[in-house]
């Protein structure tokens, strides 16, 4: 007890703890049910009611430092859209979000072979210029998205040929993290132009959405758990998921998710404890 | 020092049952199906695509090791561990993977600029046809070069005077650009989402009933608490006010509005970062030691 | 006049066309214009950054200062990258055009750009932010202390929603003799998100909102000349 009170406790014990209690579910595979919540029931209404072959742009704003949180999630959304057969508009604002883009078009394709490039679906690839990029989206797409990553011309392609602004879509989903991300659609082009959107965000920016719900923006999935709720929702609605076990890797990270959370609970818990006998003994004194 | 070489001992072991297991092929290994592509293209002009596969697919046609997807996974698989290493102090190792890491993403941002910057959007306006014939073949043939473009031509050379060590003001007109681009955007667009948009929406009824006509009120109770919430941060806000009597009682009240907003912050922040060391382990254990198989790739 | 007043200028007009074009939608095309050129600078942003990076590393190279072994590491993998990034080296040409070698996108599956961005960019940078969650553990563990009234409510909040998020709320509170809405989770996901962490942040977005219309606006007039720098 001596060495906790004084300080001197190496903290690499405590990230050894860390290490075991993540280490320990995914090794052991523990997985837990999970029940969606309204907002992550908002999200999947969104993308299920529109009627089918409708235009969904998905933004993949993120890099390889929020995958752990956004891979599953944008995986989810690409899987509910193809099962609706949704045409499918990829982009990004991020410059290492193009290979995501293309990791999840292979999913698609694999998954869903009958869905034909320049058709069902199109990879507009990596954007440069952040906010400068939706404003012009939402005056001229063809100026922004001139071309495809393929070298095709998006005026020839049918998915794309009829759009004149990207306020032509059914809806913008747009799985982000940090700038420019979910916020800034919001900002440039759901909230001023009216254009029904969806967010996934990482847990850290997921908080500040909640303001522009649900007037800007029709709801947001928020980190792995919004992931996890999420895959929960598409599988009791579309059953054949259940056997894919790709489908379901966001329910897989609830397991050691629950015992990292523990783990800090119980850290903090412990650290204020301590504070506050060590309080009471330097009163004493 | 006893902790320090019972660590140094857990880690030899460790690299050593590695060793092993690596040797006998039961772990870290990519394998890839070669399927000729495109398929409707004359076979002269086909190439062979390497698709991913899964080692219970290694008996069919097509199907082997990819000796430069292995050769990767191991080398991501050790930086990976190279990054962890930190963990334990700073090393020669992290700091080798931090400056690779440097190297590799200044190399990757610029790649990127290029193709999606200045070949999509300025040399395809000022040579169509010569990027037509070579990089973006979708152009249109009745594309004519557009001279205006010479602008944002000498506007970037003056942007890359910056690394000269003379004459360094020839750059503030590009960043003068950007600066008043960014303002100009931004001005209207919080000003309509943020600030008008979000009065907006803390104009809700106090008092909430159903359609038809019940009084709701767990929702009504919501809606006061949020415009109580509203109302008293933005007082607490107020600086140009003493904070003193009923001003200093309903800014305090938005500072506890305050906290439980932070605190929602923290929680998710830590959920998070969970989530991404949870992603790292599963690769170490499932992509590359192979301990796991969640997808059944392998068995 | 070249070194101040025409950069003042220059962002004054450019962003006073867009503040004029969002009013006159028929202004709207000199907008996109202005916009496309930011964008091609953006690009070029990414090339000075390149090059810059390549200058400070090669002044250290040479003048031998400690830690220069891994400023080399730092030149050699920019420059390898950059060399089979621009030439597409290993890049397959795009299916719709196989007749044209270089229709290929640079990061296409099969290049080296392609293959450096999984194996080393990817596994390093994902790790880098995954160390985050072992620092927390520490920092929860020594720093986060209720010491006041609002520290408390801090922790409380942040431990209710450590709990509510994962299956430890189901655990606790999930079951049929708990009401509903008191259970953890739904405290979480229909209280404190929605309501008390939605006012919180609507309160901060309209304070941000009116810092950066004024700040904005002092640029637009030409008051505020902080990006000038302090050079004449």
Redesign the interface.
Known sequence: MQFLTNGQLDRRWIFLGMLLAIASPILLQVTFPEKPSPKTIDVFNAIDQLSESSRVVIACDFDPASAGELEPMISAIVRHCALKRHRMIFLTLWLPGAPVIKSNIRMLVDEFPDYRSGIDYVDLGYQPGAEVVLKVLTSNFKKQCSSDTSGRNTADLPITAPLTTIQQVDLIVSVSTGFPGTTEWVQYVGSPHKVKMVGGTTAVSAPSLYAYIPRQLISVLGGIKGAAEYERKIMDHYPQLEANQSAREGIRRMGPQFMGHMLVVTLIVLGNILFFVEKRKGTDR | MKADKLLAGILLVLGLLVIIRASSGDMGMVYTRAVSTPSDAPPELRWTKYEAATPIESNEPGVAVSWPRTLGLWIAALLTLAIFSFLLGDNVLYKLAEALFVGVSAGYAMVAGIYDGIVSKLLSKLAPGLIRDSLIPGIPETVEPDWLYVIPLILSGMLLWRLSPKGGWISRWPIALFIGTTAGYRMVTYFEADFVGQIQNTIVPLLVFAADGSFDGVQSIKNILMVTGVLSTLTYFFFSVEHVGIVHRVSRLGIWFLMITFGVGFGMTVMGRIALLAARLEFLFDDWLWLIDPLNRRS | M???T???M??????????VA?FIPPA?SW???????????????????????F?IHLQKISDQRP?WG??A??????????IV??FKIGV?????????P??G??????GV??????????????????????F???A???????KN???M???????????G????G?LLTGYDWINP?LQL?SIV??????????????????????G??S???K??IGTDRS???N??
């Open positions: 070249m070194k101040r025409i950069p003042v220059i962002a004054s007009i450019a962003g006073l066309v867009l503040v969002h709207q907008a996109d214009e202005v916009s496309s050129w930011f964008q091609i600078l953006a690009a070029v942003a990414f090339i000075l950054g390149g090059a810059s990076l200058k830690g891994y400023s590491l730092t030149i050699v993998a920019f420059t390898v990258t950059l990034g621009i397959p040409p795009s299916e719709s055009f196989p007749s044209m270089w229709s996108d640079y990061v296409g599956d099969g750009l392609w293959w450096i961005f999984t194996y080393i960019f990817t596994p390093l940078n994902a790790t880098m932010f995954a160390l985050l969650a072992f927390i553990s520490s929860a563990f020594r720093a986060f202390r209720a009234t609002e520290a409510i801090l922790l409380v909040t942040a431990t209710v929603v450590l709990l998020q994962t299956y430890a189901t809405h989770k996901d229909e209280w404190l998100m929605p309501v008390f962490n939605a006012s919180g942040q609507r309160a901060i977005k309209i304070g941000i909102a009116l950066i219309v700040t904005s606006l640029v637009l990006y000038l720098g050079e004449e």
